[in-house]
């Protein structure tokens, strides 16, 4: 996975049920967002949402939890996904969040969060995520560090009446899309008897979608409601397996990935975890002829070469690495994610021009990749810009909610850069965010 476990999420948010405020680190993988996304796009169209304008991200996070921001992101914790056993009960969980965006739950918690005195760090770092990308308040992700536990719970939190009102929105959109809609009874399942727990023993979903008896057995009515059950899709059920298995592959033991390959229900998602495990084992042989076993399958497939490019660039190989990529991004022209790689793998092979222009290439796609803008720096400083190197870290630091560093490296990225130029007004932003922190 060419970013897991690496990458600081470039928003960081303060989940639900945290104790102290933190930032939450996004699982950045090119194969697990491109999976989701098959899996998203026909309940978000059963919704009335476009798949191009909303996106599901995976939170580093072991806790059941799903939630929304904004009106662009879904995001759901990998310990969610691993939990569940089908692809209809992840499309539920998508589209129950993507029913909170379309029925207008979180514009107004936004409108009404800019106006709330106590929630005067959120409104900055909404604006920070925004003008460090692009100068617009409206294209922010989410919220960055600072803001505490409690002002984040009242933000993410929904009343017993927007649940209600999300669920019927889910099941329909789930009907819509041709999907079956008992995927939504599928993760109550899960949920069942959590309102009994104490707060601090329940799972965060429950601290921010409030699950009760009734609300289960109206769900259950609606499902019921729309007769005999729909058939499964394969090709989501393909997508649901290889999600869950990258994401088992990198977050749990080698050995427990290695004993649990075999049960994939296909060969190459068996091989890819294989390639995985053997990679966190250092073991390069075994990992590359799995992985290799996986593209002989799937010569074609672009998220498989990423992972190859990953393991031979974590063992020393750039100049191999550097071609496995370029195979990649011709596959998947423009992909944020494989780009980075390719201008990590680049750098790694002494090649910082070239570098530069993929990892520009990647920025200018996905802003939130905080790894991209570190290697982006060191571009800029192995070609004679310290401006823009200084530029870019600060932005680097802003998003990672670091906003004392981030105002030290845009003090400096001011004095390098021409005055008024692009990069000069993104430090200037990333500036005033860091100072209006401070008081």
Request: charged residues 20%; contains cysteine; aromatic residues 4%.
């Amino acid at each position: 996975m060419a970013q897991l476990k690496w990458i600081v999420c470039a928003l960081a948010l303060v989940l639900a049920g945290a104790l102290p405020a933190r930032a939450v680190d996004l699982l950045r993988d090119a194969d697990v967002e491109y999976g989701l996304a098959q899996l998203a796009a026909p309940v978000l169209r059963g919704a009335g949402l476009s798949p191009n304008q909303v996106r599901v991200m995976v939170v580093d996070d072991t806790g059941l939890n799903a939630f929304v921001a904004d009106t662009q992101h879904i995001f759901i914790n990998s310990g969610m996904i691993l939990k569940l056993e089908s692809a209809g009960a992840l499309q539920s969980v998508i589209a129950h969040e993507a029913a909170h965006i379309t029925n207008g739950h979180i514009t107004r918690r936004l409108g009404n969060m800019r106006n709330a005195r106590t929630a005067t760090g959120l409104g900055m770092a909404l604006a920070l995520a925004a003008g460090a990308a692009t100068g617009s308040a409206e294209a922010a992700v989410g919220v960055a560090a600072g803001t505490s536990s409690s002002a984040m719970r009242r933000f993410l939190s929904h009343t017993r009446a927007e649940e209600a009102a999300a669920d019927q929105s889910a099941v329909r959109a789930m009907v819509r899309a041709g999907i079956d809609p008992r995927g939504a009874v599928e993760v109550f399942e899960i949920f069942r008897g959590q309102e009994a727990l104490s707060v601090g023993r329940q799972d965060p979903y429950m601290q921010t979608h409030p699950l009760t008896r009734d609300r289960m057995r109206a769900l259950e009515g609606f499902v019921a409601a729309y007769g005999k059950s729909l058939p499964d899709d394969p090709t989501a059920a393909y997508w649901f397996a290889r999600v869950q298995g990258k994401i088992s592959a990198f977050t749990r033991a080698p050995s427990w990935t290695l004993r649990r390959a075999g049960s994939s229900p296909s060969r190459d998602i068996a091989l890819m975890r294989e390639a995985a495990a053997h990679h966190r084992q250092s073991d390069l042989g075994r990992a590359l002829a799995a992985i290799d076993g996986a593209l002989a399958l799937r010569p074609r497939d672009p998220y498989l070469m990423e992972l190859k490019g990953q393991i031979l660039l974590e063992n020393r190989r750039a100049g191999p690495a550097v071609q496995v990529y370029q195979n990649a991004v011709s596959l998947a022209p423009g992909h944020a994610l494989i780009l980075g790689g390719l201008g990590r793998a680049l750098l790694a092979a002494g090649n910082p021009q070239a570098a530069l222009q993929a990892l520009e290439q990647s920025r200018s796609r996905d802003f939130r990749d905080a790894r991209v803008l570190r290697d982006l720096a060191a571009a800029y400083a192995q070609t004679g810009q310290p401006g823009m190197a200084s530029a870019v870290t600060a932005e680097r630091y802003a998003l990672q909610g670091r906003l004392k560093d981030a105002g030290i490296h845009a003090t400096r990225a001011m004095g390098l850069l021409p005055r008024g130029s692009a990069a000069w007004q993104r430090s200037q932003d990333v500036l005033s965010a860091a100072e209006r922190a401070a008081r």
